[in-house]
């Protein structure tokens, strides 16, 4: 693709970067294809490439972002199917980053969206203020349909609807601090319990702790880790995302100079394309380039680091059927594609996969609270795919993925990892108990 930046303009590191992504575009489309919106909508402005020629005439004319160029840019779900399907090598996700960024920065959005979006950035990567949200939007549950009379404020009667019946207390496994291994011990390695995960489902990090225990793994929950900044980098808030990564680097860094750690294991899929991304996203940052990528350089999921370390013991007698689908941040963002079926079926399981399983189930991170008619569209269609497995169990490794697909089936979402640890003796996992 041509471009047509000034020399002045291409000494803005934004603007740099995208000429160098830009210019890789050959105009194929066969991005269109594999794109959840453009197949729902079959608009090429809701498409990735698209979506590219939308920013770079926003980047080339220096503008204001536009009502226009917004709404297609947030009807994207930064699924990064495009990035698999791309025969260019055209790095859509660090220019999508980019113009979320430039558009927080020159366009004001209406001022409930605006609000909606403070609220989400304020709660959902606190796990103390997400878990009295929790509380309280189980009280006012009733009013959801209230809000979803009024087009802006249907955000809210999404995050009331969605909120779940109970939540549960984590265990002493979650707790900040070292987990030791009672067997002989063959490595050490930090686990980031994520804002949600450890509020929506604490089982995941704890069934994490036990499988990496039994396989000889020391865990190291670290103290000042938080969230991994995701959530505000996909909001193109910045400078609070860019704060998060710094604490989290700072909190990691810690324990490699300390103890030492071999890796640092993330089981939400999500939350680990984006730690693989801290050396780029804190590139020019003199003080902490070298620092991020070091951290990118160590971020392993889960599934990917058991299946380095030749996961086994499994007891399993019950060869049950999973459906596995594959998080879109885990397939597109982090190419872990086959791992973690190879461990299902290691453990026991029949392992089917999910017809369509390229294409995302409407989560992607807030996307089906601020967009829920697609994401609702895209769950759908993900759910009668995932049915015509005929699955007993569905199984998962992003939380956001297992909450969004638990909405709607009476079938148990359950994570990778939950699974594993019934497999090796471990309690069953909560969902199934019934």
Request: net charge positive; with cysteine; aromatic share 4%.
């Given at each position: 693709?041509?471009?047509?930046?000034?020399?002045?303009?291409?000494?803005?590191?934004?603007?740099?970067?995208?000429?160098?992504?830009?210019?890789?575009?050959?105009?194929?489309?066969?991005?269109?294809?594999?794109?959840?919106?453009?197949?729902?909508?079959?608009?090429?402005?809701?498409?990735?490439?698209?979506?590219?020629y939308?920013?770079?005439?926003?980047?080339?004319?220096?503008?204001?972002?536009?009502?226009?160029?917004?709404?297609?840019?947030?009807?994207?779900?930064?699924?990064?199917?495009?990035?698999?399907?791309?025969?260019?090598?055209?790095?859509?996700?660090?220019?999508?980053?980019?113009?979320?960024?430039?558009?927080?920065?020159?366009?004001?959005?209406?001022?409930?969206?605006?609000?909606?979006?403070?609220?989400?950035?304020?709660v959902?990567?606190?796990?103390?203020?997400?878990?009295?949200?929790?509380?309280?939007?189980?009280?006012?549950?009733?009013?959801?349909?209230?809000?979803?009379?009024?087009?802006?404020?249907?955000?809210?009667?999404?995050?009331?609807?969605?909120?779940?019946?109970?939540?549960?207390?984590?265990g002493?496994?979650?707790?900040?601090?070292?987990?030791?291994?009672?067997?002989?011990?063959?490595?050490?390695?930090?686990?980031?319990?994520?804002?949600?995960?450890?509020?929506?489902?604490?089982?995941?990090?704890?069934?994490?702790?036990?499988?990496?225990?039994?396989?000889?793994?020391?865990?190291?929950?670290?103290?000042?880790?938080?969230?991994?900044?995701?959530?505000?980098?996909?909001?193109?808030?910045?400078?609070?995302?860019?704060?998060?990564?710094?604490?989290?680097?700072?909190?990691?860094?810690?324990?490699?100079?300390?103890?030492?750690l071999?890796?640092?294991?993330?089981?939400?899929?999500?939350?680990?394309?984006?730690?693989?991304?801290?050396?780029?996203?804190?590139?020019?940052?003199?003080?902490?380039?070298?620092?991020a990528?070091?951290?990118?350089?160590?971020?392993?999921?889960?599934?990917?680091?058991?299946?380095?370390?030749?996961?086994?013991?499994?007891?399993?007698?019950?060869?049950?059927?999973?459906?596995?689908?594959?998080a879109?941040?885990?397939?597109?963002?982090?190419?872990?594609?086959t791992?973690?079926?190879?461990?299902?079926?290691?453990?026991?399981?029949e392992?089917?996969?999910?017809?369509?399983?390229?294409?995302?189930?409407?989560?992607?991170?807030?996307?089906?609270?601020?967009?829920?008619?697609?994401?609702?569209?895209?769950?759908?269609?993900?759910?009668?795919?995932?049915?015509?497995?005929?699955?007993?169990i569905i199984?998962?490794?992003?939380?956001?993925?297992?909450?969004?697909?638990?909405?709607?089936?009476?079938?148990?979402v359950?994570?990778?990892?939950?699974?594993?640890?019934?497999?090796?003796?471990?309690?069953?996992?909560?969902?199934?108990?019934?």
């Amino acid at each position: 693709m041509q471009t047509n930046f000034s020399p002045e303009q291409l000494q803005t590191p934004r603007i740099k970067l995208a000429d160098d992504i830009l210019r890789k575009c050959v105009h194929c489309g066969f991005c269109t294809a594999t794109c959840p919106t453009y197949v729902l909508l079959g608009d090429e402005l809701d498409s990735p490439r698209g979506r590219i020629y939308q920013i770079k005439d926003m980047f080339e004319t220096g503008n204001k972002a536009g009502p226009e160029t917004t709404k297609h840019l947030d009807r994207c779900l930064s699924c990064l199917s495009c990035m698999t399907t791309c025969p260019s090598g055209v790095h859509y996700m660090h220019l999508v980053d980019e113009a979320r960024a430039y558009v927080q920065e020159t366009h004001q959005r209406p001022l409930i969206d605006r609000m909606i979006r403070m609220v989400l950035a304020m709660v959902l990567p606190y796990p103390g203020r997400f878990s009295l949200a929790l509380k309280a939007a189980r009280l006012a549950k009733p009013l959801a349909g209230a809000f979803n009379t009024f087009a802006s404020l249907k955000p809210m009667g999404v995050m009331l609807a969605i909120a779940p019946d109970r939540i549960d207390k984590p265990g002493p496994l979650s707790r900040t601090g070292v987990h030791r291994t009672d067997e002989t011990k063959s490595g050490r390695v930090a686990l980031l319990t994520g804002c949600a995960n450890s509020v929506l489902e604490p089982s995941i990090n704890e069934a994490s702790v036990r499988v990496l225990n039994r396989a000889g793994i020391e865990v190291v929950i670290p103290p000042g880790m938080g969230c991994c900044g995701s959530l505000e980098h996909h909001l193109g808030m910045e400078d609070g995302a860019l704060a998060k990564v710094k604490t989290n680097v700072d909190a990691w860094m810690a324990e490699i100079d300390g103890d030492g750690l071999d890796a640092i294991i993330i089981n939400a899929s999500g939350c680990g394309t984006t730690v693989k991304d801290y050396g780029h996203m804190l590139r020019l940052d003199k003080a902490y380039a070298n620092k991020a990528a070091i951290v990118s350089g160590l971020a392993r999921d889960i599934t990917e680091y058991l299946a380095s370390i030749k996961l086994g013991g499994f007891t399993n007698k019950r060869p049950l059927r999973v459906t596995y689908h594959s998080a879109c941040s885990m397939q597109h963002g982090q190419k872990i594609k086959t791992t973690p079926k190879e461990l299902l079926s290691n453990a026991g399981f029949e392992v089917a996969d999910v017809p369509e399983g390229h294409l995302c189930c409407g989560s992607a991170g807030v996307y089906n609270i601020m967009q829920s008619e697609l994401a609702d569209q895209l769950k759908s269609r993900k759910l009668t795919n995932i049915a015509k497995t005929s699955p007993q169990i569905i199984a998962a490794g992003n939380i956001g993925c297992i909450t969004q697909l638990a909405s709607r089936t009476g079938i148990p979402v359950v994570h990778t990892i939950e699974l594993l640890d019934w497999a090796q003796g471990g309690p069953k996992p909560v969902k199934m108990a019934n």
